[in-house]
């Protein structure tokens, strides 16, 4: 079992930057690929990020190469999502999740199965 807490979600204004956290608890943390996702009102929840287990390989959606980095520290059991230039359409709610199955360049597309989530954390970029 792997539980999952965000945090450094806020306002920032366009063109700005956060940096997002996901503490995991869990023995196996080290093990499992890690992603990122985001979930803007009235639309589905999208892939962003991942990053395998060895922090090794990583994959992004189109909409934010060049932009964000996801990167993990697994002594600390977190990973990290940097965002940089930020728009107005990254607005969302972003979550972790936890997937020891997922291939990172295919987890867009599997991540209905994957069960460990975190609960969530608002960023919202003014213009």
């Known amino acids: 079992q792997v539980q999952l807490v965000e945090s450094g979600g806020g306002l920032v204004q366009a063109g700005g930057s956060l940096r997002l956290s996901c503490a995991a608890s869990?023995?196996?943390?080290?093990?499992?690929?890690m992603g990122w996702f985001r979930q803007a009102p009235g639309k589905e929840r999208e892939f962003v990020a991942a990053?395998?287990?060895?922090?090794?390989?990583?994959y992004y959606a189109d909409f934010v190469k060049g932009r964000f980095t996801i990167s993990r520290d697994n002594v600390k059991n977190t990973v990290y999502l940097q965002m940089n230039s930020l728009k107005p359409e990254d607005t969302a709610v972003h979550y972790c999740?936890?997937?020891?199955?997922?291939?990172?360049?295919?987890?867009?597309?599997?991540?209905?199965?994957?069960?460990?989530w975190g609960q969530g954390t608002q960023v919202t970029v003014s213009s």
């Open positions: 869990g023995r196996t943390f080290g093990r499992y690929p």
């Open positions: 990053i395998t287990w060895s922090g090794g390989s990583t």
């Open positions: 999740a936890a997937d020891p199955y997922a291939r990172i360049d295919r987890w867009a597309a599997t991540m209905k199965s994957s069960d460990f």
